[in-house]
């Protein structure tokens, strides 16, 4: 910790900083205004009332007296301009506001307007004298709004104290360039010493975002050079096993799979065989929208591997979903007398030792399960292939345990999000891509619709007949976390309520308060098809795969989220059926609740949908990126800055290919900046 060049700094103040993180000098640069309050943004006085936010009022002097005595003394100005009057207190320095302002001079006023009945008032406003109106932008007119908290406010430190210390630093510390001077130039941006000048104390709102560009592409360079060097070392890496295709691939493929891939699939495969049948490790992801049949090109990955004699670990984020994939590796691999295991967190002590020994004496081939799977007690024989599903539910830190199981195993991983392509590269770009863009053939287009409880009786005709001819219906309810008993009482509700209305067709009722046993067996129920009707809280929504269903009823539609309907809706369609989304929309619906249930009634394409979403809610929100294993930069948004994250990433790579050891004398800086950070990073990753 060294804030010496900061004076008087307290105790009180100095834990305040450390509890908002902010742990050095340097860490107070970093922490950069959230808005900057323009004092050039003139209000006339009649329309002031009050506001939270200091104004800038421009106006003549009318009167100037000293009022009370003692503790109560205080200066009183008024000050008028066309559209009224208010008045401006002081308490404290009476004389030198006196001696600076008379009556009749015209002056810019900035404060904090209180209401007083009729009386607006300002206590204590910063007073500059005019010649005219205009005058007012010669002033420092952008004052810095920092982030602050509790702690910070409780310690009094104010925008304008770190304003002052922000500004001694500047004056002494030694800031140094690390960008080369070729990028600089290229992007025309400012010196780093010159950027923390302009952000902190800019001069027009553009130079502040100017040198905001700056800090972005610093951060998004550094982490597209870490990504570039860890593709690098990857690459080095020539110690995986080659895994190629045998008797059991053949066999899935050319007797037991009954349908034909799509072409989507077919190249994701051939290039996943190409990856394997090297000694360097696979980093593949395979990119897909719900439906596009992932699964079927994780099977073909992992019986490579079977037929070289290695083990996969397959792991997805809910158990629903790992024993969905149990269930369906049943189907297609107890002909081919594969052995397989399920590997999940709450199982009985003697069928989990049973599963453990099975898994370390090399005996299973495939383990699939939750995260469960990482666990340290999990050891396996000959790992040769890590298959993990949904990955954005996943962190980096997750892939990389699951690496650890074995020397070097092969990576493929496999998710949905439906982001750009482009935007995927850069992000994931230390993984090869392969998109699955088409869906499975034979299968007709959801029709969705919304509608409302008057609606109620016709809708429950169209279950009963869609039951009575063979179908499986979905009745999901949204999962309001702060509230999952009331939530619970929602869905056992309606559970309730279709169970009398049918007393004939078998229901069930799906939630994530049930016991794993009871959730299995609801589930594989409904898979098997013995039940007919589902009713379910959004446990569903990842991964679940059963082809009969072809109707699904999303009771309070509006409050579910764009991406979430559409990963819901997702669970239908997957059959020759047609198949029906039907919205129940309730009350009364905001705008953008309107607008989402619109689209997921014009469109089935998961990339508009996610476009949409975006839109709708904000970058940061529609990746949720805490919780989506997407890097988090502290500047830098990866939808809205993504042009910036590709330039930093060509430029990062082109450093790469040519001094990958930033050895020239023109990295030096960079070198001793990114060698720490990188550091850092590798010990996510997990390289090195
Ligand atoms: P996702 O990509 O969302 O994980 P799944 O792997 O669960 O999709 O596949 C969805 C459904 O489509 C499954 O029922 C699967 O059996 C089926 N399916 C996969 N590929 C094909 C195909 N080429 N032709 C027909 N059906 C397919
Ligand atoms: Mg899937």
Not at 467 to 483: F, K
Not at 605 to 626: M, S, V
Request: charged share 25%.
């Amino acid at each position: 910790m060294n804030f010496i060049d900061l004076h008087k700094l307290s105790n009180k103040r100095l834990e305040a900083l450390q509890t908002s993180g902010i742990n050095s000098v340097n860490d107070l640069l970093h922490l950069f205004p959230r808005r900057y309050l323009d004092k050039s943004n003139i209000k006339p006085i009649g329309l002031l009332s009050g506001q939270p936010e200091p104004v800038s009022v421009v106006g003549t002097i009318t009167e100037l007296n000293v009022a009370g005595a003692g503790r109560k003394r205080r200066l009183m100005m008024t000050v008028e301009d066309q559209t009224g009057s208010m008045k401006a207190v002081w308490f404290k320095g009476l004389k030198y506001v006196m001696s600076r302002f008379k009556e009749g001079n015209l002056v810019s006023l900035f404060g904090k307007p209180k209401r007083f009945g009729k009386l607006i008032s300002m206590a204590h406003p910063d007073m500059e004298l005019l010649e005219s109106t205009s005058e007012i932008k010669k002033f420092d007119t952008l004052l810095p709004v920092y982030p602050s908290n509790q702690h910070l406010s409780k310690a009094y430190i104010s925008n304008k104290i770190i304003s002052g210390w922000i500004k001694q630093i500047l004056a002494h510390k030694e800031i140094r360039e690390f960008l080369p001077e070729s990028t600089l130039e290229k992007y025309k941006f400012p010196a780093r010493k010159s950027a923390f000048q302009m952000i902190h104390f800019p001069k027009s709102k553009s130079e502040a975002s100017t040198a905001l560009e700056r800090f972005k592409y610093e951060e998004l360079f550094l982490f597209e050079l870490s990504m570039g060097r860890i593709k690098k070392i990857q690459r080095s890496r020539k110690n995986s096993t080659p895994l190629t295709p045998g008797g059991y691939t053949k066999k899935f493929f050319n007797e037991i799979l009954p349908f034909q891939l799509t072409e989507g699939q077919k190249n994701a495969l051939s290039e996943i065989r190409d990856d394997l049948s090297t000694d360097i490790q696979m980093n593949r992801l395979i990119q897909g929208d719900v439906g596009a049949g992932k699964t079927v090109v994780a099977i073909g990955a992992m019986l490579m591997a079977a037929d070289s004699g290695y083990q996969s670990a397959f792991m997805a984020p809910t158990e629903i979903l790992a024993e969905q994939h149990y269930f369906t590796l049943k189907k297609y691999l107890e002909p081919l007398g594969i052995n397989f295991r399920l590997l999940l967190g709450g199982q009985k002590k003697a069928l989990r030792r049973e599963i453990l020994a099975d898994i370390s004496s090399g005996n299973c081939n495939i383990v699939v399960g939750t995260h469960a799977i990482i666990q340290e007690s999990v050891e396996f024989n000959r790992l040769g292939l890590a298959v993990i599903d949904e990955q954005h539910r996943f962190g980096v830190r997750q892939r990389n345990e699951i690496l650890q199981k074995g020397d070097q195993p092969h990576l493929l991983v496999m998710s949905a999000t439906p982001i750009p392509r482009s935007l995927a590269m850069t992000i994931y770009s230390d993984l090869d891509i392969s998109v699955i863009k088409d869906l499975p053939g034979g299968r007709k287009p959801i029709k969705t619709a919304v509608r409302t409880d008057k609606d109620r009786e016709t809708i429950n005709n169209f279950i009963a007949e869609s039951v009575g001819d063979g179908g499986q219906v979905y009745v999901v309810y949204p999962l309001i976390e702060e509230s999952e008993v009331l939530d619970l009482k929602d869905a056992t509700m309606g559970f309730e309520k279709l169970k009398r209305r049918f007393p004939e067709i078998p229901i069930g009722l799906l939630h994530g308060q049930m016991k794993q046993e009871e959730k299995e067996g609801v589930m594989r129920s409904f898979i098997e098809g013995k039940l007919k009707i589902l009713v379910t809280t959004t446990v569903i929504e990842v991964g679940v795969d059963v082809s009969n269903a072809s109707v699904m009823i999303v009771e309070h539609a509006e409050r579910f989220g764009l991406s979430q309907l559409h990963q819901l809706r997702g669970r239908i369609g997957r059959g020759t059926r047609q198949s029906y989304c039907i919205l129940m929309a309730g009350g009364k619906l905001s705008e953008s609740g309107r607008f989402r249930l619109k689209k997921m009634v014009e469109t089935t394409d998961g990339f508009e949908i996610a476009e949409a979403d975006l839109r709708l809610r904000g970058p940061g929100d529609f990746l949720g990126t805490k919780q989506s294993g997407l890097p988090e930069f502290r500047y830098a948004d990866i939808i809205e800055d993504r042009l910036l994250l590709e330039q930093a990433k060509n430029d990062a790579w082109q450093i790469i290919r040519n001094d990958p050891e930033l050895s020239n004398t023109e990295h030096k800086n960079l070198k001793n900046i990114f060698e720490p950070y990188f550091q850092e990073k590798t010990e996510l990753f997990g390289v090195g």
